[in-house]
């Protein structure tokens, strides 16, 4: 049976060490650390989703700064509003939910973002910060694994790992971090011919191409370790992910589960861009380096 990658429990554990932080520094500093959503628009998901990121700043002191703009906001006003909380002293960290409505291009929006606030790690200045191994706020979902991985022991240094999926909120920055860790990576997409004979390969799986149960156990080296990012809503209720874990949890050596996997880890590495950006502008030591990719 797989090692069960539980990143509902890191989640609270590194949520304690980052409330530390914040309880230790805000008097001195004068203010806690701020992180603003910015919502535009109805999607039910993202409601979920922005409602779930306020409620982990409450639980670890960091003050929630959210706008939420209608759907029909013409750009320059979002742009307006992304410049006002990148001058806005409250605000460590933006964080522009996506998917934006239809007629709104996420582009020009999240390059306003100021990359030091940036805390989805998704500026093209900050993407590039990570292919050459600078510091900066990273992707959280990535950044996400890359935590699990190093608190169960999985190292990354001379693994071969397959990164399924080649997004820019995911795969690619997953590929070019499990690199840094010194694994051999490859990126499958959805244009690789004969994805079997590249997973059944790897030491290392992360699964991030938004197809429900797609991986079973014939795509797994027996002994590998499988992250599964993939999320999905199940007609009948419930929640799956790319992988069909009753299958592959017999053959893996690590599985995450969906739900308590990748997702609440998403929501960490947030906090920790968000507390991180807050102790740079005060140059205040906080001790998280090893959460830091
Ligand atoms: P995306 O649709 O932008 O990218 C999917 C990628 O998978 C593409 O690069 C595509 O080439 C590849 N792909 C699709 N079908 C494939 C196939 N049959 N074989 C090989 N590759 C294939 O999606 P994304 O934003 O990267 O998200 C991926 C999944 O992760 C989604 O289910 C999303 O909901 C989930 N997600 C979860 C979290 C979390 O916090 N748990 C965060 C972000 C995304």
């Known amino acids: 049976m797989a090692l069960r990658l539980d990143g509902k429990a890191l989640a609270k ?12 520094a805000a008097s001195s500093v004068g203010r806690p650390p701020g992180l603003a959503v910015l919502r535009v628009g109805d999607d039910p998901a993202s409601a979920v989703y922005v409602a779930n990121k306020e ?9 929630s700064y959210g706008a939420h703009l209608p759907a029909k906001t013409p750009p320059a006003e979002v742009l307006k509003t992304i410049q006002e909380l990148n001058a806005d002293p409250r605000v460590d960290g933006i964080l522009l939910q996506l ?19 940036d805390a989805d790690g998704l500026h093209t200045l900050n993407l590039g910060r990570l292919l050459k191994g600078e510091p ?9 694994v890359m935590a699990l ?5 999985i ?14 909120l995911v795969g690619q920055p997953m590929a070019l971090m499990l690199q840094a860790a010194n694994a051999t990576v490859t990126v499958a997409h959805s244009r690789t011919a004969d994805l079997l004979a590249h997973t059944r390969n790897a030491d290392i799986l992360v699964v991030a191409a938004g197809r429900p149960e797609m991986i079973g156990s014939e795509h797994v080296q027996p002994g590998a370790a ?10 009948e209720g419930g929640l799956c992910g790319d992988v069909r874990s009753a299958d592959v949890e017999s053959i893996a050596a690590a599985l995450s589960p969906v739900p308590g996997g990748v997702g609440p880890m998403t929501v960490t590495m947030l906090l920790v861009n968000t507390v991180v950006a807050w102790c740079r502008r005060h140059d205040l030591e906080h001790g998280l380096d090893d959460l830091i990719v």
């Open 149 to 153: 991985l190093k608190s169960n022991g």
């Open 136 to 144: 900066g706020p990273r992707s959280c979902t990535p950044a996400g």
């Open 55 to 63: 409620k982990a700043c409450a639980r670890i002191g960091v003050a």
């Open 226 to 235: 499988v992250v599964d990012v993939g999320i999905h809503r199940k007609p």
């Open 99 to 117: 998917p934006l409505p239809d007629g709104l291009d996420e582009t020009p929006l999240l390059q306003a973002i100021d990359p030091e606030k």
């Open 13 to 24: 554990e590194v949520e304690g060490r980052l409330g530390a932080v914040v309880l230790a």
């Open 155 to 168: 190292d990354p240094a001379g693994k071969r790992a397959v990164v399924i999926g080649r997004s820019i």
